[in-house]
């Protein structure tokens, strides 16, 4: 089977950071995908695409801080919570 092309991987995660289950991670999620999925190397967009593999309630608690981020989505949960903040 063929490799993904990074172009397409990119629009595959952008959409599905869009169309998740949750609205509150619907948007969450698809701003940082817009901001950031295009600068990220092949070993986070790995991680990042399985992190979309997990319950968007333990996305939600992991994003708003309820609850600790299991390895290896720490750094990328707190990109996420610092891009939040700077919108604010």
Do not use: F
């Amino acid at each position: 089977m063929a490799e993904e092309l990074r172009e397409h991987k990119v629009k595959r995660l952008a959409m599905r950071s869009m169309r998740r289950g949750i609205k509150e991670m619907d948007l969450i999620l698809s701003a940082y995908a817009d901001l950031r999925l295009p600068q990220m190397d092949d070993a986070t967009l790995a991680i990042y695409d399985s992190m979309l593999n997990e319950n968007d309630h333990d996305l939600y608690q992991w994003v708003t801080r309820q609850t600790d981020p299991p390895e290896p989505y720490g750094a990328i949960v707190l990109d996420i919570q610092d891009q939040l903040a700077s919108q604010r």
